[in-house]
């Protein structure tokens, strides 16, 4: 099985996982009307996000991140999730007559 790329809380798995957390940026370039008139438009900016990758077989995910050092890549970090948890938050309104 491949990693999980998870996008939203709820697609990481419940159970026992290995994850590859790292990091990204993506630079949004401004518009015209900011750098000739100041104030106006929307200046350029750098997004950065956080990336979580899910692997449900240790050697899986063992290989994946010895293949990220390989690369270079050391903006990163492996994890061992043993479970997650959630809650619930329950509000009960009472009428008054």
């Known amino acids: 099985m491949a990693a999980i790329f ?3 809380p709820d697609e990481i798995p419940k159970g026992e996982h290995w994850a ?3 990091s990204t940026s993506v630079h949004i370039p401004g518009d ?6 100041p104030g ?3 200046p350029e900016s750098t997004e950065r996000f956080i990336t979580y990758e899910a692997y449900l077989n ?3 995910f063992k290989h ?6 390989f690369k270079g890549r050391t903006n990163i970090r492996g994890m061992h999730v043993k479970g997650t948890y959630t809650s619930k938050t329950v509000v009960t309104l009472e009428a008054e007559l």
């Open 40 to 42: 106006h438009g929307y």
């Open 64 to 69: 994946e991140l010895e293949r990220y050092f």
């Open 6 to 8: 998870v996008t939203s």
């Open 20 to 22: 590859i957390i790292g």
């Open 32 to 37: 015209e009307r900011s750098r000739t008139n």
């Open 58 to 60: 240790e050697d899986e």
